[in-house]
């Protein structure tokens, strides 16, 4: 067992580099057994979901080689894509992303068959959409009572599929399998999230032909094969968004490198909305504040909306702005899950339905305190950093999920953090 011991107060300052996108890296991946040749993918997090991915992948066949700790070269050539194949390990049921195995595999051999997905517990997070889209492109897909999904088709028809809700996970996974259907796809009211067009780009690298990721219609035209393809991935939105968070909580000062500020607006804006200042260069952000933060309202959206993924960083700093803040949670009913330890650390939260009600407080203290998920995990270090004393966070494995390097990077920062090991 792993936990961290956090002391802080210290306002952060200094440099951080953020690691690729964990959610664009998780689509990539297993977009890349999609084809026989060798694919090399670079600025690959080095979290435990895209190990994981990458050990489900090796699992079944494909050949998979770390040529640096961010370069990955896949070869799909060694699955066998028969009804002997099937994608089930303890650790695949533990990521969300597992789902993405199903549209790549149905696409390349018209047959999938997948453990369930897992992940965070974050709500209902169901997978209707994903199975409504492959059955319109002519697969049939029924769930196994030990919790697999088979999906198989003896050919894919390229169709108009309209998704009822945004999905990031239906739209890339309709969006692979349709890469290798016959004609075209219109992906209507798809979701515009960075990641998403990252993995049409790389499909794209790799011979499909994808149009319009980044808006709500992508239009595929199905191509009889792909090919091998090098690629370097975009950088974690949501890595950056934590780091500007915790420059605001501690009061810090902290140039964020290697980012594309466009991807952070909707982040931006809300913490320049607190009285923080955020300098945009290039391929970085600084993000400043010192005195007093204000009060502000957040609903999380699809993208280019507030994400979901940032809600529980950004409350953890608006628990020390001044005033009454509103968070309202509109994609999934499960993720304030943080609130009852951010109020043993002092915070004041009232949860009502999908609203948060914070009133600022002057100060925090440090508590024990155990993360529920990814997200909330990392509220929960930015919270102990800005708080005053000594605190113990438990449950670590969900934040190594998706921050790689955490702790040493925020020692790097000037935060007093260590990863305590105990045996039990
Ligand atoms: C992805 C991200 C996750 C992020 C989320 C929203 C990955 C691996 N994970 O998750 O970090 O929080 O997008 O930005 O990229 N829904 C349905 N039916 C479906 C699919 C989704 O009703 O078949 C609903 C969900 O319950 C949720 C909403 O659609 O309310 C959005 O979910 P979705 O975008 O699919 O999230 P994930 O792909 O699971």
Redesign the pocket.
């Known amino acids: 067992m792993k936990h961290y011991a956090i002391t802080g107060g210290n306002a952060l300052e200094g440099e951080v580099v953020i690691a690729g996108a964990?959610?664009?890296a998780?689509?990539i991946l297993a977009a890349a057994i999609m084809t026989d040749e060798k694919c090399v993918i670079e600025n690959v997090p080095f979290v435990s979901?895209t190990r994981t991915l990458l050990k489900a992948i090796e699992n079944i066949g494909a050949e998979v080689r770390y040529l640096d700790r961010h370069t990955v070269q896949i070869c799909g050539k060694g699955i066998v894509g028969d009804e002997s194949l099937s994608v089930d390990d303890e650790y695949i049921r533990k990521?969300?992303?597992s789902?993405?195995l199903i549209g790549a595999l149905l696409g390349k051999y018209k047959y999938a068959n997948v453990a369930l997905?897992g992940?965070?517990d974050?709500?209902?997070?169901?997978?209707?959409?994903?199975?409504?889209g492959f059955e319109t492109l002519g697969a049939e897909v029924e769930i196994s009572n030990g919790g697999k999904i088979v999906a198989k088709a003896d050919k894919l028809k390229g169709e108009h599929i309209y998704l009822d809700?945004?999905?990031?996970?239906?739209?890339?996974n309709i969006m692979m399998a349709a890469a290798l259907a016959e004609g075209k796809t219109t992906i209507e009211n798809a979701?515009k999230?960075p990641?998403i067009v990252d993995v049409a780009n790389f499909l794209n690298s790799m011979g499909a032909n994808i149009k319009g990721a980044g808006t709500d219609v992508i239009r595929v035209r199905g191509v009889e094969k792909l090919h091998g393809a090098e690629y370097t991935m975009i950088p974690d939105q949501?890595e950056a968004g934590t780091f500007m968070a915790m420059a605001v909580a501690t009061r810090g000062n902290i140039l964020i490198k290697n980012v594309i500020p466009k991807h952070l607006e909707s982040i931006s804006s809300k913490l320049t909305d607190m009285g923080a200042k955020v300098i945009e260069y290039d391929d970085s952000v600084r993000v400043m504040a010192d005195g007093k933060l204000k009060a502000t309202q957040i609903k999380t959206l699809?993208?280019p909306g507030f994400?979901?993924?940032m809600q529980a960083q950004i409350a953890a700093a608006l628990v020390l702005s001044e005033g009454t803040s509103i968070v309202i949670e509109s994609?999934?009913?499960n993720r304030f899950q943080y609130v009852p330890e951010l109020i043993k650390m002092g915070a004041k939260i009232r949860v009502e339905g999908n609203t948060a009600i914070i009133t600022g407080v002057s100060g925090l203290h440090g508590a024990k305190v155990e993360a529920s998920d990814?997200?909330a995990g990392a509220a929960l270090v930015i919270a102990a950093l800005a708080a005053e004393g000594d605190s113990e966070i438990y449950d670590i494995d969900f934040i190594l999920r998706g921050y790689e390097d955490f702790d040493d990077k925020i020692r790097s920062l000037g935060g007093i953090m260590e990863v305590i090991k105990t045996d039990d």
């Open positions: 964990k959610n664009a998780l689509g979901d990521i969300r992303a789902y993405y997905p992940g965070c974050i709500g209902s997070r169901p997978i209707d959409l994903h199975i409504k809700t945004v999905s990031v996970g239906a739209t890339i979701a999230e990641h949501i699809p993208y994400p979901t993924d994609i999934f009913e990814l997200r």
